[in-house]
């Protein structure tokens, strides 16, 4: 047979050939055979996608983390045939005892061995498993053997050995720990046993963990490196629905958002702050925390456009984060035109800056740009994280709403905790959102509390 399994660059052998010249195509169907026809549906290295293929190495486990859809249940699966069997249908493969571990046995079943890219439907006939309901168990014609495992019972993976295992949506596991360390003491068979992890990823600590360990390989891909086996529908829907958020990052993208520890906003915090629109609003900001310095090395210029509704006593207001317009590596007039560009955007009435480093000239600058602008200066005199406790609390009482295309700001606001930013460089995007919201909720709400001295 021809050895064309994966052609140049990212692509599938399958791509590759189907974008070669006619004469390589003819050639390459003249050559394989009647017997290569039969046998290319099951060699998976031929249609595989990048991220669906083993790393090299002697790796522990292999993590293939993606969005949904991106095939890595199907990657998952031919994993494991290409463990078991050999070369003829009854050769013994690297691997003779498997664990298959979902998050419930039905799981295992419905998708890990009979799901439409399960181990069932990605078998050759001469090499196809038969299940054993009773056992739980899939058998080889080459004797080698796969088991069910429920993440739900840690404790049955006490006794049973294997030299290799599946592991699917770890990070959705109740008992992800418990199961994922008894997994660990059974996989003692053979010179180097292996796992391979298909998982959507979630920022538990046991995902984590795997991630940080120096025997794990990682593959990834979003869910749109698989669009040629998706429903055209379904990607529409879930672009529109999901782009730009946090939820959309993570279930489509494939990206493991992390949360620091005592983080002042949560992942979950922000999900239960999305909404599609915002409704007509009372006044709209925009908070500048601009950048002492210019160049590809220089901090971001955070700006942020956010609006409230203000009517009713404060604790009824509720405030709408509209867009992040952070500009970097600007000098002062590029992030002055940026945020006069926001505010004509999304008509604002005023432009707040922090003048702690710039002082009188962040002022001038903006002046320079558009002379006429409504601009409040405001100055720290608290650290960043007692700024950003009272705009945290606003979120816990859900009084707080992000619109769509929110998520690098939504990053950094899950790295900023009472101790001080966990992340890399300066949290310019969070400090634009705490002015503004200062400005819009906070200022207001304790200027209307704040008593007035009565006439004598």
């Known amino acids: 047979m021809p050895s064309i399994l994966n052609g140049p660059g990212l692509r599938s052998g399958a791509a590759w050939l ?16 009647e017997g290569g026809l039969c046998a290319l549906p099951f060699l998976f290295e031929f249609w595989a996608l990048p991220h669906q293929l083993p790393p090299e190495g002697t790796w ?24 078991v069997e050999g070369s003829k249908p009854l050769d013994e493969g690297h691997a003779r005892r498997v664990a298959l571990v979902g998050e419930t046995y039905d799981q295992v079943r419905d998708v890990m061995v009979f799901g439409d890219s399960g181990i069932l439907a990605c078998s050759p006939p001469d090499r196809r498993p038969r299940w054993k309901a009773s056992e739980r168990k899939l058998v080889w014609p080459n004797g080698a053997e796969a088991q069910a495992f429920s993440a739900a019972d840690p404790e ?7 030299d290799a295992a599946w592991v699917d949506e770890l990070a959705k596991w109740k008992k992800a720990g418990e199961t994922w360390d008894m997994l660990q003491f059974a996989l ?6 292996q796992v391979c992890v298909t998982t959507t990823p979630r920022n538990v600590p046991v995902l984590k963990a795997l991630l940080a360990a120096p025997s794990t390989v990682v593959t990834h891909a979003p869910t749109e490196a698989n669009r040629a086996n998706l429903a055209e529908s379904f990607l529409q829907e879930v672009r529109a629905r999901y782009a730009g958020t946090r939820l959309g990052r993570q279930e489509l993208d494939g990206v493991l958002l992390a949360d620091a520890e005592g983080a002042l906003w949560t992942g ?4 239960a702050a999305q909404v599609a629109r915002a409704p007509v609003l009372d006044r709209v900001v925009v908070a500048l925390d601009p950048a002492v310095s210019s160049g590809a090395a220089a901090d971001e210029c955070g700006i942020v456009v956010a609006g409230a509704q203000l009517q009713g006593p404060p604790e009824e207001w509720r405030a ?28 604002a009435e005023r432009l707040v800056a922090e003048v702690n480093q710039g002082g009188q000239l962040v002022e001038e600058v903006v002046r320079q740009v558009a002379p006429l602008t409504p601009f409040r200066a405001v100055r720290a005199a608290r650290g960043k994280s007692a700024r950003a406790e009272p705009v945290a609390a606003l979120y816990e009482q859900g009084r707080v709403r992000h619109l769509p295309g929110l998520d690098a700001l939504e990053e950094q606001m899950c790295l900023m905790t009472a101790r001080g930013f966990e992340g890399q460089g300066s949290p310019d995007r969070v400090d634009a959102l705490v002015w503004a919201l200062h400005e819009l909720m906070i200022s207001p709400a304790a200027q209307m509390r704040r008593p007035r001295l009565r006439a004598v």
């Open 18 to 33: 189907a974008s070669a010249p006619a004469a390589v195509r003819d050639q390459f169907l003249s050559e394989i055979g």
């Open 60 to 83: 522990r486990s292999w993590i293939i983390m993606g969005g949904r859809g991106a095939g890595k249940t199907r990657a998952g699966a031919e994993w494991v045939r290409a463990q």
């Open 156 to 162: 049955a993976l006490r006794g049973p050995q294997f």
């Open 188 to 193: 003692r068979l053979g010179e180097h046993p």
């Open 268 to 271: 979950s915090m922000l999900e």
């Open 320 to 347: 709408y984060v509209l867009a992040d317009c952070t500009v970097s590596g600007l000098g002062p007039s590029g992030w002055a035109r940026a945020a006069i560009d926001a505010m004509d955007a999304y008509g």
